[in-house]
């Protein structure tokens, strides 16, 4: 398997742009993350879904920021409109199952979306 | 609230043993992970620790006290590709399901 594959890898846009990222879950893997990382507040989950269905999305900053899962393969972080403070990377992740006593529930990474808000 | 709380950054020599403390705060704990983030890549799964105790792999190791709400990752023989970030990282409910990271470790490996 590939990975969990992102795009773009590094987006470059003005303010009040809107921003498309995507996303590739690995095969078989029913549940997606969405992260963000800065220096000021490291990796912070931002939602994620379960067999397509959005279950907690209480991390998502703001209304301008909105995802989505129409299939098991594809899912798509939108920002409308970007701000110069959604500047970022964004990290997709996928596992196979939730972490519990008995299984660690591995994120897999893919190698994030580096987004400038100009 | 949650939280996980770590060094900022520690510093060691080409040979040496380190270690990386982790504090946590967290309902419905289930147990301690560990990821290591080089410069510009992706986290990638280190460990997983679900019991009390030390659980080696390689020259890895990473130890858990939930009575202590504690854990720890020791990296033995320090090589420079060693040099990186590592964050403690744990799955969680609190109301739903959430897998929260740690503020992270920058490991910087002198030869």
């Known amino acids: 398997d590939a990975g969990v594959i992102q795009s773009p890898r590094h987006e470059v846009t003005e303010m009040g742009q809107e921003v498309t990222l995507r996303c590739k879950p690995i095969s078989g893997h029913d549940y997606l993350f969405w992260y963000r990382q800065t220096m000021m507040r490291g990796l912070e989950l931002l939602i994620y879904f379960n067999n397509n269905v959005p279950i907690d999305d209480s991390g998502m900053p703001e209304d301008r920021f909105s995802a989505k899962m129409p299939n098991a393969s594809f899912s798509t972080l939108k920002i409308q409109p970007s701000e110069p403070r959604d500047s970022a990377v964004y990290f997709c992740?996928?596992?196979?199952?939730?972490?519990?006593?008995?299984?660690?529930?591995?994120?897999?990474f893919g190698e994030g979306s580096r987004l400038t808000v100009l | 609230g949650q939280s996980l709380e770590q060094p900022s950054e520690v510093t060691a020599v080409e040979g040496a043993i380190v270690q990386i403390n982790c504090t946590y705060q967290?309902?419905?704990?289930?147990?301690l992970s560990w990821y290591q983030q080089h410069d510009g890549g992706a986290p990638t799964f280190l460990s997983y620790?679900?019991?009390?105790g030390l659980e080696e792999t390689g020259r890895f190791s990473s130890f858990l006290s939930r009575s202590d709400s504690y854990g720890y990752l020791l990296l033995q023989e320090l090589q420079m590709k060693d040099s990186a970030s590592y964050f403690c990282a744990v799955p969680t409910t609190s109301g739903t399901y959430k897998y929260i990271f740690g503020t992270g470790t920058r490991l910087k490996v002198l030869a």
């Open positions: 620790n679900a019991l009390d």
């Open positions: 992740a996928s596992s196979l199952a939730l972490g519990t006593r008995t299984n660690t529930g591995e994120l897999f």
């Open positions: 967290t309902s419905g704990f289930y147990g």
